[in-house]
């Protein structure tokens, strides 16, 4: 008898600790699609984004210690700045939360310890902007142009996060990279295969997490 009674709690414990994890997950992923959709709803003229929160258990740990291990922001295409940008990846690490806010159902985003984004400028995006007779072709650690001036054209990136294509004294694209909420940081360029690959770190919030989930 006592062997089945113990049974029997082992179940009901099983059943509490089951529904208190579906609900924490239930509950994880409204706040993911609610986060995708405002920042979808912030920053114009961008789509396909989406939102992960990494943190387990997610409730929990928010209302008592305020943390979360990292949320991942992603975004197909950006047209904001004028520039389009492709293949957009927002992570912030160590989010540290208001616990009063989100006593109130409020999630408010007080410190991160490190950010990071990267993006993707295709080569498609830089064409369209020389004329038919001169086009860049992008590949891993280079740059080649074909057309009338050859070997003379280089494509560089400035430190001042100008994409530009000189043939001698000659411009033919000064470009600057767009600084957008989903860009909140100068970005370094490398070169791989048919994109320009913009990088860079910050440690300050982007503004386009900043209460965006207040309700």
């Known amino acids: 008898m006592r062997f089945v009674k113990l049974q029997v709690v082992l179940l009901l414990v099983g059943v509490v600790v089951l529904f ?3 609900a ?3 509950l994880k992923n409204q ?5 995708a ?3 979808t709803a912030k920053v114009p003229q961008t789509n396909g984004v989406r939102a992960r929160i990494r943190s387990f258990p997610f409730v929990g740990r928010v209302l008592v210690s305020g943390q979360i291990s990292q949320v991942d922001v992603t975004a197909q295409h950006s047209a904001a700045g004028g520039v389009d940008l492709n293949d957009i ?3 912030v690490e160590e989010v540290e939360m208001d616990t009063g806010a989100a006593m109130d159902g409020r999630v408010v985003v007080r410190s991160i310890k490190r950010g990071s984004v990267r993006a993707d400028l295709r080569q498609g995006e830089i064409n369209r902007r020389l004329s038919r007779q001169v086009q860049v072709e992008l590949q891993q650690g280079s740059a080649a142009v074909s057309g009338p001036f050859g070997s003379e054209a280089k494509l560089t990136v400035s430190p001042e996060g100008v994409v530009q294509l000189r043939a001698g004294e000659r411009t033919l694209l000064d470009l600057p990279l767009p600084k957008t909420e989903l860009l909140p940081c100068r970005p370094s360029a490398t070169f791989v ?4 690959r913009l990088t860079c770190e910050f440690s300050e919030i982007p ?3 900043v209460d965006l989930a207040q309700r």
């Open 24 to 26: 924490d997950v239930v």
């Open 37 to 39: 959709r405002r920042i």
């Open 193 to 196: 295969t048919g994109a320009i």
């Open 20 to 22: 208190g994890l579906g």
């Open 207 to 209: 503004d386009v997490l």
């Open 89 to 91: 990846v927002v992570r």
């Open 31 to 35: 706040a993911e699609t609610e986060l």
